[in-house]
């Protein structure tokens, strides 16, 4: 089955609304020639630079995401920001469940469940993340870890749901560490994922579900990693906080 490259950039907390847009700017005329049927470019800048993001990226092949949401419409929820509220300032993706926001905020599957089901209620693309810690990995849990964060944070989902998803496989060990499992190492674990999202929702469903690696990706490795068979993109940190390094990134993993 063939499914679109998505490459998504995280910019984490980092970028002011000015910065943000001088990003954008940058990047457009080095992306323009990339066609929509080729791959989707997501940014996904902080809840305040959102709106000046959307705005830089209106009419270009930029899609723009947020960072996170909150599982309620309303209320006394100091801080969080409601999916309605990322809809109106143009936000089309979000990403859920970063392993940043399971180590420092405290998000559980459940949580991560609940902030799903109100992105797809909402219309929101989400950006679903799972990965295993270094320890998890060295104690050869990888796949008891990924199949609980699989089975709690698609819990409830129907098909049709599900197909709007995309799952984002970070190996922790591998975030901000300069460290990357090899290829064939990542498209192991990949494979993994789309076996389980297949025994979860079914064959037809699984098969389409579109996996980022999110393990330090860069423009000297996308080619390789987005080449095997089950990894589908990549979902980006430090290497999308610059539109030449982003750009060079996503031209080599649609690189035929």
């Known amino acids: 089955m063939s499914r679109k490259v998505i490459i998504a950039g995280n910019w984490k907390m980092n970028k002011t609304a ?14 323009a020639d990339v066609c929509p049927e080729c791959a989707e470019i997501v940014v996904c800048p902080p809840f305040t630079t959102l709106a000046a993001v959307v705005e ?7 899609k723009v995401g947020a960072q996170n949401v909150h599982w309620a419409e309303s209320g006394a929820f100091t801080g969080e920001i409601s999916a309605a509220m990322l809809k109106e300032a143009g936000a089309e993706f979000v990403i859920l469940g970063h392993s940043e926001r399971r180590q420092y905020f405290g998000e559980t599957d ?11 209620a909402a219309g929101l693309k989400p950006i679903v ?18 199949a609980r964060q ?19 496989y970070e190996p922790v060990w591998a975030i901000g560490t300069g ?39 860069k423009p000297e490795n996308a080619k390789e990693l987005v080449a095997q068979r089950n990894i589908d993109g990549g ?22």
């Open 18 to 31: 000015a910065e943000g847009k001088a990003l954008v700017e940058a990047l457009k005329p080095l992306v």
């Open 110 to 120: 459940e949580t991560v469940n609940k902030r799903l089901k109100a992105a797809l």
């Open 235 to 256: 979902l980006i940190g430090g290497a999308a906080l610059k539109a030449e390094s982003f750009s060079a990134l996503i031209h080599n993993a649609i690189a035929k």
């Open 179 to 217: 460290k990357t499992a090899t290829p064939e190492m990542a498209e192991l674990t990949h494979n993994f994922i789309r076996c389980t999202l297949n025994d979860l929702f079914g064959r037809e469903i699984g098969e389409g579900v579109r996996i980022q690696y999110g393990g330090s990706m």
């Open 129 to 146: 993340c799972i990965g295993e810690l270094l320890e998890e990995r060295e104690g050869g849990r990888t796949e008891e870890v990924l």
């Open 150 to 168: 699989l089975e709690g944070g698609l819990a409830g989902l129907t098909g049709e749901e599900m197909s709007r998803v995309v799952i984002a």
């Open 56 to 62: 830089a990226a209106r009419g270009s092949n930029i």
